[in-house]
């Protein structure tokens, strides 16, 4: 807690000259939700820490600030953390249609499109859909999902979307090329031998076969004589090579799959590196941007090219595994959850795809700015959900009209009120309020649950923007309490939300799947479909239907 105290009192001295309490407590909250639940421990932690900022002059708040939150200095497009690139002419985006993209897919999407808009590049979108595995096979609908997403993120690629699986004949001929210059061979060993081959570097009998045997076998392949899992095309490396996994990979197998948009039109397709080499080479790709996890493709590629005399080789450039804490990100459980109607559609917030973001009220900008706050690093990352969510609500505060939502809805009965007008403020920036007539003597709100044992504990409470009331008893089904003789609004009162007998009931879809229920004021009613707004005290939403809304955060 006191570090994200501290970068948000930096922060505040560093642009207004000083900290203040009330300009730095809503950071806290808004990044850390549960530290309100001690709100007096917390007040005195954040007034401890503005007295130690406050001392510091400009210089040193600037360079601690710069190394304890970095994503809080505005910068420069310049400054983004990519380092600059040489002669970037055409970039790809090869996406496997295993799914519909998402968070975890970003990095790449955004970082190509970056160096292609900076050089005036092209951006190609190539669907990897070379035939899929049993644990890993094409979705159909990803060939829609994936260039939505895209779209949506403002990915800016070629509308002539490129498709593998139109292009098996460019593969064999290229295939045939290394056969015939002794460079690939055709193999029937069974795949448990000839992993116990390439552990201790021996090489099989079939090896040593001719290249004409080779070619014969190869046609034979293609010809179908071969069944699923019983024959292969593999390349000649060094059997001796350090590295046990670049010894003899295969480049073709044999899989009687059918293929979502080919039908069994083919039973022998490339492995990725043969597919990658072959259509980076023929497509004039400049750069490749991909995951250090794919770094042994990466020299199988530039194996290829060499034995097919390709001189303008790509320039190959990884980054490390990104990885966000607190997305629970799985695109083969989202495929099985979406198939059997687990999930209600690759839109579900359990898939984390674009579309489930897109549908959550995230901006795509918000994700471009988070991925571009991380750099083009090969060191393994890992970031919290809270980072990106800090980005988007920068964006989409400006504009959320503020409403009250009451979880778990308890009774509250309230007597003594003197009749007054209510005028509530829908925003800080606006002048736009909505109001409430309290009448004079006996009135009925309802609060959450949680609020009922503030209030308990507390004693009193201040109804936001309306009046301070003391606790008087509850019961199971209700709530009593009086309005305060005190209508002083102190600093440290516990101030809580609530909804008055004109209430509706709603419900909020959260990001597992499940719901929480309550109700909220009749003045959502006025809200528009797909507007996002603020439950105050409980987080940002967006309004899927009357009654209905999706978290999009806290």
Same mark, same amino acid.
């Given at each position: 807690?006191?570090?994200?105290?501290?970068?948000?009192?930096?922060?505040?001295?560093?642009?207004?000259?000083?900290?203040?309490?009330?300009?730095?407590?809503?950071?806290?909250?808004?990044?850390?939700?549960?530290?309100?639940?001690?709100?007096?421990?917390?007040?005195?932690?954040? /007034?401890?820490?503005?007295?130690?900022?406050?001392?510091?002059? =400009?210089?040193?708040?600037?360079?601690?600030?710069?190394?304890?939150?970095?994503?809080?200095?505005?910068?420069?497009?310049?400054?983004?953390?990519?380092?600059?690139?040489?002669?970037?002419?055409?970039?790809?985006?090869?996406?496997?249609?295993?799914?519909?993209?998402?968070?975890?897919?970003?990095?790449?999407?955004?970082? /190509?499109?970056?160096?292609?808009?900076?050089?005036?590049?092209?951006?190609?979108?190539?669907?990897?859909?070379?035939?899929?595995?049993?644990?890993?096979?094409?979705?159909?609908?990803?060939?829609?999902?994936?260039?939505?997403?895209?779209?949506?993120?403002?990915?800016?690629?070629?509308?002539?979307?490129?498709?593998?699986?139109?292009?098996?004949?460019?593969?064999?001929?290229?295939?045939?090329?290394?056969?015939?210059?002794?460079?690939?061979? @055709?193999?029937?060993?069974?795949?448990?031998?000839?992993?116990?081959?390439?552990?201790?570097?021996?090489?099989?009998?079939?090896?040593?076969?001719?290249? /004409?045997?080779?070619?014969?076998?190869?046609?034979?392949?293609?010809?179908?004589?071969?069944?699923?899992?019983?024959?292969?095309?593999?390349?000649?490396?060094?059997?001796?090579?350090?590295?046990?996994?670049?010894?003899?990979?295969?480049?073709?197998?044999? !899989?009687?799959?059918?293929?979502?948009?080919?039908?069994?039109?083919?039973?022998?397709?490339?492995?990725?590196?043969?597919?990658?080499?072959?259509?980076?080479?023929?497509?004039?790709?400049?750069?490749?941007?991909?995951?250090?996890?794919?770094?042994?493709?990466?020299?199988?590629?530039?194996?290829?090219?060499?034995?097919?005399?390709?001189?303008?080789?790509?320039?190959?450039?990884?980054?490390?595994?990104?990885?966000?804490?607190?997305?629970?990100?799985?695109?083969?459980?989202?495929?099985? =959850?979406?198939?059997?109607?687990?999930?209600?559609?690759?839109?579900?917030?359990?898939?984390?795809?674009?579309?489930?973001?897109?549908?959550?009220?995230?901006?795509?900008?918000?994700?471009?700015?988070?991925?571009?706050?991380?750099?083009? !690093?090969?060191?393994?990352?890992?970031?919290?959900?809270?980072?990106?969510?800090?980005? /988007?609500?920068?964006?989409?505060?400006?504009?959320?009209?503020?409403? @009250?939502?009451?979880?778990?809805?308890?009774?509250?009965?309230?007597?003594?009120?003197?009749?007054?007008?209510?005028?509530?403020?829908?925003?800080?920036?606006?002048?736009?309020?909505?109001?409430?007539?309290?009448?004079?003597?006996?009135?009925?709100?309802?609060?959450?649950? =949680?609020?009922?044992?503030?209030?308990?504990?507390?004693?009193?409470?201040?109804?936001?923007?309306?009046?301070?009331?003391?606790?008087?008893?509850?019961?199971?089904?209700?709530?009593?309490?009086?309005?305060?003789?005190?209508? =002083?609004?102190?600093?440290?009162?516990?101030?809580?939300? @609530?909804?008055?007998?004109?209430?509706?009931?709603?419900?909020?879809?959260?990001?597992?799947?499940?719901?929480?229920?309550?109700?909220?004021?009749?003045?959502?009613?006025?809200?528009?479909?797909?507007?996002?707004?603020?439950?105050?005290?409980?987080?940002?939403?967006?309004?899927?239907?009357?009654?209905?809304?999706?978290?999009?955060?806290?």
């Amino acid at each position: 807690m006191y570090t994200v105290i501290r970068k948000h009192a930096l922060k505040n001295a560093l642009d207004h000259g000083k900290a203040i309490l009330k300009a730095v407590m809503p950071k806290v909250i808004g990044e850390m939700p549960g530290a309100k639940k001690d709100i007096k421990s917390l007040i005195k932690k954040i /007034n401890e820490v503005i007295i130690e900022v406050n001392k510091l002059d =400009e210089k040193a708040i600037l360079k601690e600030l710069t190394s304890l939150a970095p994503e809080l200095l505005e910068k420069k497009e310049e400054d983004q953390g990519l380092p600059e690139l040489k002669n970037v002419k055409k970039l790809r985006l090869a996406p496997f249609p295993s799914g519909a993209l998402h968070i975890g897919n970003i990095r790449g999407a955004i970082i /190509n499109d970056e160096y292609a808009k900076k050089h005036k590049g092209k951006l190609l979108l190539v669907i990897d859909d070379t035939i899929g595995s049993e644990a890993k096979p094409i979705v159909k609908d990803a060939y829609k999902l994936i260039p939505q997403g895209l779209k949506w993120l403002k990915i800016k690629f070629d509308p002539n979307i490129i498709y593998k699986s139109d292009r098996l004949k460019l593969y064999y001929k290229y295939g045939e090329e290394l056969i015939k210059k002794g460079a690939a061979y @055709f193999c029937k060993c069974p795949t448990e031998l000839i992993r116990d081959y390439r552990a201790k570097g021996v090489e099989c009998s079939h090896r040593k076969q001719s290249i /004409n045997e080779n070619l014969k076998e190869w046609k034979l392949m293609l010809k179908g004589k071969y069944k699923e899992g019983t024959a292969c095309i593999r390349l000649k490396t060094n059997m001796k090579a350090k590295d046990p996994s670049f010894r003899d990979r295969v480049l073709f197998r044999i !899989s009687d799959k059918a293929h979502p948009r080919i039908g069994d039109k083919y039973r022998v397709w490339p492995m990725l590196e043969m597919s990658w080499a072959v259509d980076d080479m023929l497509l004039g790709i400049s750069h490749i941007i991909r995951g250090k996890e794919l770094m042994i493709e990466g020299r199988m590629q530039n194996f290829i090219w060499d034995l097919l005399g390709y001189k303008k080789k790509p320039e190959i450039i990884y980054h490390g595994l990104f990885q966000v804490k607190g997305a629970k990100i799985s695109k083969s459980k989202a495929r099985v =959850e979406v198939e059997s109607g687990e999930y209600s559609g690759w839109a579900d917030p359990r898939t984390w795809s674009l579309q489930s973001l897109k549908r959550r009220g995230f901006k795509p900008e918000a994700l471009r700015e988070f991925i571009l706050s991380l750099g083009l !690093s090969t060191g393994e990352i890992k970031v919290p959900i809270d980072s990106l969510y800090t980005f /988007n609500r920068r964006l989409i505060d400006a504009d959320a009209l503020r409403y @009250f939502f009451v979880k778990d809805p308890v009774k509250l009965i309230v007597s003594g009120c003197p009749e007054k007008k209510v005028s509530i403020s829908m925003h800080p920036k606006t002048k736009r309020s909505r109001s409430y007539i309290i009448n004079k003597g006996v009135n009925e709100f309802f609060i959450t649950k =949680e609020d009922l044992k503030l209030l308990k504990s507390e004693g009193w409470v201040r109804l936001k923007d309306a009046m301070n009331i003391d606790f008087v008893s509850a019961s199971n089904s209700m709530i009593k309490a009086k309005h305060s003789k005190n209508q =002083e609004e102190v600093y440290d009162i516990r101030k809580i939300q @609530f909804i008055t007998n004109k209430g509706k009931e709603c419900k909020i879809l959260m990001p597992d799947g499940s719901y929480d229920k309550g109700l909220c004021e009749d003045y959502c009613n006025r809200v528009k479909k797909g507007e996002i707004i603020q439950f105050e005290r409980y987080g940002f939403v967006r309004k899927e239907s009357d009654g209905k809304y999706i978290l999009t955060h806290n």
